[in-house]
Nanobody, 120 residues
């Protein structure tokens, strides 16, 4: 499984960004987005079980961030609206084949290289 993220960049508070993760070699399981803010531990943002409506969104992201998927394109998206400076960090896409992994980082086997999001 290979994961390639894109869509990061700079934004001003209140603006939006959409992150994209293309997964090759994954047919079933959970796709998740995680972030690591400067000086902090990596934390879960949102996850989705491929081909279903099963989702989990971290409390801080509820109402502003949306995870979605396009199975035909093997792509998972993270739409981030009303961005705040606290949302700054490196965002990682991750995959957990064959199971519903929620936002349990230990359950994710494959990780992308990360994409920087800066809100200021």
């Amino acid at each position: 499984v290979q994961l390639v993220e894109s869509g990061g960049g700079s934004a001003q508070p209140g603006e939006s960004l959409r992150l994209t993760c293309v997964a090759s070699g994954l047919t079933d399981g959970t796709m998740g987005w995680f972030r690591q803010a400067p000086g902090k531990a990596r934390e879960g943002v949102a996850s989705v079980y491929l081909g279903t409506s099963l989702r989990m969104v971290a409390h801080f992201a509820t109402g502003r961030f949306t995870i979605s998927q396009d199975i035909s394109k093997k792509t998972t998206y993270l739409q981030m609206n009303s961005l705040e400076p606290d949302n700054t960090g490196v965002y990682y896409c991750a995959a957990s084949p064959g199971q519903w992994a929620e936002l349990n980082q230990r359950s994710y086997t494959y990780w992308g290289q990360g994409t920087q999001v800066t809100v200021s």
